[in-house]
T-cell receptor, first 109, second 117 residues
Framework: GQNIDQPTEMTATEGAIVQINCTYQTSGFNGLFWYQQHAGEAPTFLSYNVLDGLEEKGRFSSFLSRSKGYSYLLLKELQMKDSASYLCAPMDSNYQLIWGAGTKLIIKP | GAVVSQHPSRVICKSGTSVKIECRSLDFQATTMFWYRQFPKQSLMLMATSNEGSKATYEQGVEKDKFLINHASLTLSTLTVTSAHPEDSSFYIC?????????????FGPGTRLTVL
């Protein structure tokens, strides 16, 4: 079956760095997306990885290891507005995104 | 960037009525759109995949006669919740795949919060 595993909740301090891990199992693989979702809002795109390695985009970076079925999202210089849920979504062989429940990130001053 | 709109953003209706939700890709063509439902503190659940000019593909457990999907053009898909009941109250989100991109990013609309009394 298809499966996503992320921590349910994480807490970090403003200005710090946090890494959100994701392991996945899918039928085929066509890349992995990370989305941010604030409460009551739709998800917004953060990053896309299709090859192994690190993709950096400003304060956010995303890493992928296809052989391990593993990805992480790294958030630097945390701000209060980064409090949200972070969704790891691999794309399967049918180009469908597979969604888990996401990781709720709480930022404390 | 690619923008997807949804209308209405919020709707309250009486049990037994039908509600139509529109999803539009504003600056790109989308041969494929997706309809999701999300209950509080739960993950996005794919309801159906909407393909322009053809019938939608429904996920297991989603009643196609209750959730009518029409994708009549490359920029518009509609979801009609027929004979809505309180258990249909949820956050409905559409997304659209940009046909012109090399990779298959889905751009999400802002969502529609449906409350059935």
């Amino acid at each position: 079956g298809q499966n996503i595993d992320q921590p349910t909740e994480m807490t970090a301090t403003e200005g710090a760095i946090v890494q959100i891990n994701c392991t996945y199992q899918t039928s085929g693989f066509n890349g992995l997306f990370w989305y941010q979702q604030h409460a009551g809002e739709a998800p917004t795109f953060l990053s896309y990885n299709v090859l192994d390695g690190l993709e950096e985009k400003g304060r956010f970076s995303s890493f992928l290891s296809r052989s391990k079925g593993y990805s992480y999202l790294l958030l630097k210089e945390l701000q209060m507005k980064d409090s949200a849920s972070y969704l790891c979504a691999p794309m399967d062989s049918n180009y469908q995104l597979i969604w888990g429940a996401g990781t709720k990130l709480i930022i404390k001053p | 960037g690619a923008v997807v709109s949804q209308h209405p953003s919020r709707v309250i209706c009486k049990s037994g009525t039908s509600v139509k939700i529109e999803c539009r890709s504003l600056d790109f063509q989308a041969t494929t759109m997706f309809w999701y439902r999300q209950f509080p503190k739960q993950s996005l659940m794919l309801m159906a995949t909407s393909n322009e000019g053809s019938k939608a593909t429904y996920e297991q457990g989603v009643e196609k006669d209750k959730f009518l999907i029409n994708h009549a053009s490359l920029t518009l898909s509609t979801l009609t919740v027929t004979s809505a009941h309180p258990e249909d109250s949820s956050f409905y989100i559409c997304s659209a795949r940009n046909s012109g991109l090399d990779y298959n990013e889905q751009f999400f609309g802002p969502g529609t919060r449906l409350t059935v009394l």
